[in-house]
């Protein structure tokens, strides 16, 4: 994905408001946790995972013509409404209205309303008066800064979809089961940070994660140092060995053999590929 500007990576990190084409993107914050959810598919989507005639055109053109039943084979999926959901939410459209309600916000204009075949630009108003347009190229110009924003990962638009998928079902499978919930998380950052739960709800939910993730980072370290000092070894060294920093990761996929990939899930994806390219 593109590499953002110095300017906006240091408001990111001050979890300030950014301006970009014209409109004024800000942090969703911790109150909207569960609407996040919802929209952040919209986001981090694949699109090299869409049928080729979609992976040409902008995201958000692609996603109107999935959920306007224009693309042969393929259901709607609601991705549309949930790219919406989520630039109302970092516009601060109606941080309090329901997620209807905010998709509502919008007015979709198509190509051709007689006979719709691509989205135009979607139209809202602002301040009670002013009436802002996002086009879909637009949309695609936002998406990098919407997710680092908010703390999603891009996947690279090089990356073989079947292989990533193939890489999430396995951390799905091997991760632990817990009752995630966000009360817990916000409990666990209040007394991380000294604070009371509902100053919380005010917080960028970056600014949320990166504080769990510090504290976790911490408690890694100091665990694994234990361990070191107690003789333990991992593979490819110990996986904590810094307070602050994440390990780098230095591999480089392709020194990594196929077959040993996700448990040999990657070379079963890649197999199902050249079939499909095949056919």
Sequence with gaps: MQELPLNIKQS?????????????????????????????????????SLPIELISIPLLDAYFRIDMGL???????????CALLFLSLALRLMP???????????????DNVADPKALKQIKFVLNGEEIHTITPIQFGNL????????????????ANPE??????????????????????????AAIISNVEEKEIYDWAI???????????????????????????????????????????????AGVIALESFANGQGLS????ANKTIST
């Design 96 to 110: 309090h209205g329901s997620m209807e309600e905010q998709i509502g916000r919008f007015n979709i204009v198509p």
């Design 269 to 272: 994806a890649v197999q199902n």
């Design 71 to 81: 693309v042969d084979g393929m259901e709607p999926n609601g991705m549309f409404s």
């Design 163 to 188: 292989l990533i998928q193939a890489e999430r079902d396995l951390a799905d499978n091997n991760a632990p089961k817990v009752d995630a919930d966000l009360d817990s998380l916000i409990t666990a």
């Design 206 to 252: 970056l600014k949320l994660h990166k504080r769990l993730d510090t504290a976790r980072r911490i408690i890694d370290y100091i665990v694994c140092g234990i361990g070191e000092s107690q003789g333990t070894k991992w593979v490819g060294g110990n996986p904590a060995p810094h307070p602050w920093f994440e390990k780098a990761n230095n591999k480089k």
């Design 12 to 48: 990111i990190g001050k979890y300030e408001p950014i301006e970009a084409e014209g409109l004024t993107l800000y942090p969703i914050k911790v109150e909207n946790y569960y609407e996040f959810l919802t929209a952040k598919p919209s986001i981090d989507f694949m699109q090299q």
């Design 143 to 158: 998406r990098p800064i919407l997710a680092a924003q908010n703390g999603i990962e891009l996947i690279s638009e090089a």
